[in-house]
């Protein structure tokens, strides 16, 4: 991992985002205290933790496998911080059970446990072992004992992973919906841009052990700052295309190795539409056409031979496969970079007919 330079705000929600093997999962390991850094410190409130045991750093850590102990019912799982807290190792024994003192302090933590069983709507559930869940409730239950420890911070590891595609959908607004509700710092860390974009205050794309940009998600989308987080975030994938950047700020699709001024130019397929090839800045033929229902994505193959997605009007008039095509794009939507892949700003004019 290469030099790290985060600050998180107090009660935001801040996805670490990125693919799989690019240090997410290891930075929140380092917060947490799990792993060690090999330099820096970690600050949490102003005050350097660096050689505070993880226990004692008043983070919870939910985790993709959520870790639930089988042989115990869920009430039992939840209160397990708890107990492990409030009761000395006599008190945590068959016979310490007996003790008044324990007695009182289980009492407490039971009342604890319903409440947060409550308000993630699991109270049902209190009695039941892991074995007899859901994907979903056991995410739930994972949830409720990182919640009932009433932690500074929630650190989430990839715990929708493990869902299917309906689960993760509803998860992701239960999420959002408890960050709000507790007002606590949560720390994401994902693989699914979806997640991050739809739950997240603040995004930080990493890639090969370092971030690449800290921002909301509408500016991560519409003003990446790096080429590679551009391609990394949205779905269909960025349109990216060799260019040549002439005086003025104009701009000439190319696709000579020997083109002076080479940069990348990069449109969302929904900053383009089909034209008529006359006076277009790309031309080419449909080669696919990909029905989504409430969107219309056409591939189209230009002349240069590289795909270029455009989102179209699934109520409009429907192109053929095969059709000759013109591509324009929005110009206030052009993203341009530079070979090492960085943003070059500026107010950019295409250059037509190709």
Do not use: W
Request: glycine fraction near 8%; charged fraction near 25%.
């Amino acid at each position: 991992m290469k030099r790290i330079d985060l600050d998180i705000r107090d009660g935001e929600f801040i996805s670490l985002v990125g693919p799989s093997g690019c240090g997410k999962s290891t930075l929140l390991r380092i917060i947490s205290g799990l792993e060690q850094q090999s330099g820096g410190s970690i600050l949490l409130d102003g005050a350097t933790v660096d050689r505070i045991r993880p226990r004692d750093r008043d983070l919870a850590m939910v985790f993709q496998s959520y870790a639930l102990y089988p042989h115990l019912t869920v009430a039992e799982n939840i209160a397990v911080p708890l107990v492990m807290r409030r009761l000395n190792t006599t008190e945590r024994s068959l016979l310490g059970t007996l003790l008044p003192s324990a007695k009182a302090k289980r009492k407490e933590i039971a009342g604890e446990v319903g409440r947060v069983c409550d308000a993630l709507s699991i109270s049902m559930l209190k009695d039941r072992k892991p074995a007899s869940l859901s994907g979903g409730q056991r995410q739930r239950v994972a949830l409720a004992r990182a919640m009932v420890r009433k932690p500074s911070a929630f650190l989430m590891d990839e715990p929708l992973s493990n869902l299917d595609a309906k689960m993760r959908v509803q998860a992701r607004g239960e999420i959002a919906a408890l960050h709000r509700q507790l007002g606590s710092t949560f720390i994401y860390v994902t693989h699914d841009q979806a997640e991050a974009m739809t739950m997240s205050d603040r995004i930080a794309v990493m890639m090969g052990g370092e971030i690449l940009q800290v921002d909301t998600p509408d500016q991560i989308y519409q003003m990446p700052l790096d080429l590679r987080v551009a391609e990394f975030i949205g779905s269909p994938k960025i349109n990216v295309l060799q260019a040549a950047l002439t005086e003025g700020d104009v701009l000439s699709f190319t696709f000579a190795d020997t083109a002076n001024n080479r940069v990348q130019a990069a449109f969302r397929p929904e900053a383009a539409r089909l034209a008529g090839i006359a006076n277009a800045p790309l031309a080419g033929v449909i080669h696919h056409i990909e029905n989504l229902g409430a969107d219309l994505f056409v591939q189209v193959m230009t002349a240069g031979g590289n795909l270029v997605v455009v989102r179209c009007d699934p109520g409009g008039i429907r192109p053929a496969i095969g059709d000759k095509v013109g591509i324009v794009m929005d110009e206030a939507r052009l993203h341009v970079f530079g070979t090492d892949n960085r943003r070059i700003e500026g107010s950019y004019r295409l250059e037509a007919p190709l």
